[in-house]
T-cell receptor
Framework: GAVVSQHPSRVICKSGTSVKIECRSLDFQATTMFWYRQFPKQSLMLMATSNEGSKATYEQGVEKDKFLINHASLTLSTLTVTSAHPEDSSFYIC?????????????FGPGTRLTVT | ELKVEQNPLFLSMQEGKNYTIYCNYSTTSDRLYWYRQDPGKSLESLFVLLSNGAVKQEGRLMASLDTKARLSTLHITAAVHDLSATYFCAVDMDSNYQLIWGAGTKLIIKP
């Protein structure tokens, strides 16, 4: 099956610093990737939709200047949390859609646990 | 606005029992997914349901889709402890291929 990797799996950073999270589709081309955030005991919250070669589309309430998304190639999207604060601590999950094969399913990365101290 | 409602949100059951998790959604869609999430982990795809009347089974889990009733069910047969996890259903939006998520059902299976 399709594989999506995410790196790092876990990161601890100090308040005010920036953190970059990478999401890669390993065996298919993903023109569309999604970034989710998950709080403890809650469902997934879509942050943004990332399309290769164009600007990301952010969901309402998500600060695009704080959560920078770049989708520079068909296999890589990055999420940069800028000037991180403790309230940004969360579990971030990316997914990549395989548009080459119906039903164009989303495949999920293993997630990144961000802790801001 | 598309809404996806799962129930129950929490389920504690004994090993060996049967139970069903329900997923209702508010608009037309013919693609519905079930996922499993273990604590601290990402999502594991369980079932992809693509048409009305679709039924899929894997081990002790069986999922079905009724697009007319806008209802999917995840049935657990003779539950075992290893099935303890949180289960999510998600509905595919045709317009932008986003997934709309249910709140999740936390399943605890006691020996």
């Amino acid at each position: 099956g399709a594989v999506v990797s995410q790196h790092p799996s876990r990161v601890i950073c100090k308040s005010g610093t920036s953190v970059k999270i990478e999401c890669r589709s390993l065996d298919f081309q993903a023109t569309t990737m999604f970034w989710y955030r998950q709080f403890p005991k809650q469902s997934l919250m879509l942050m943004a939709t990332s399309n290769e070669g164009s600007k990301a589309t952010y969901e309402q309430g998500v600060e695009k200047d704080k959560f920078l998304i770049n989708h520079a190639s068909l296999t890589l999207s990055t999420l940069t949390v800028t000037s991180a604060h403790p309230e940004d601590s969360s579990f971030y999950i990316c997914s990549a859609r395989d548009k080459g094969n119906y039903p164009y399913e989303q495949y999920f990365g293993p997630g990144t646990r961000l802790t801001v101290t | 606005e598309l809404k996806v409602e799962q129930n129950p949100l929490f389920l504690s059951m004994q090993e060996g029992k049967n139970y069903t998790i329900y997923c209702n959604y508010s608009t037309t869609s013919d693609r519905l997914y079930w996922y499993r999430q273990d604590p601290g982990k990402s999502l594991e795809s369980l079932f992809v349901l693509l048409s009305n009347g679709a039924v899929k089974q894997e081990g002790r889990l069986m999922a079905s889709l009724d697009t007319k009733a806008r209802l999917s069910t995840l049935h657990i047969t003779a539950a075992v402890h290893d099935l303890s996890a949180t289960y999510f259903c998600a509905v595919d939006m045709d317009s932008n291929y986003q997934l709309i998520w249910g709140a999740g059902t936390k399943l605890i299976i006691k020996p």
